[in-house]
């Protein structure tokens, strides 16, 4: 059975604030750390039936790539949902949601 690490760094200032998050994957032809100003980590506990999360962003995080962001994850979680579950219709629901809340940003933020 193979293996892959994934180490995630989060550098953070005098106030504990993420500064700077680096990561690297063991099972990668990319040799050198890659760099983010944000990312969202879940895991499924199944005996408590909860999801456990980690996210966290830097404080140059501008407004528009979190929409970005959050607008890209909510069209890939869709993308997963529908591979897990062959429910296709849900999946047009919650890429329609995506799609809805990324214009309603984008309109606010002009």
């Known amino acids: 059975m193979n293996q892959s690490t994934i180490t995630i760094d989060v550098r953070m200032d005098e106030n504990r604030l993420p500064h700077d998050i680096s990561w690297h994957a063991s099972d990668t032809t990319i040799q050198k750390e890659q760099h983010a100003k944000a990312f969202m980590l879940s895991f499924w506990d199944s005996e408590e039936k909860s999801a456990l999360r980690i996210d966290l962003w830097t404080k140059t995080m501008m407004i528009d ?3 970005d962001f959050f607008y890209q994850t909510i069209m890939t979680m869709a993308d997963t949902y529908g591979r897990a579950t062959k429910n ?8 329609k949601f995506a799609k ?11």
């Not at 296709?88 to 890429?95: L, P, R, S, W, Y």
């Not at 809805?100 to 002009?110: G, P, V």
């Open 65 to 67: 790539e979190m929409t």
């Open 88 to 95: 296709n219709e849900m999946v047009e629901e919650i890429k």
């Open 100 to 110: 809805d809340f990324y214009k309603k940003c984008k309109e606010r933020q002009l």
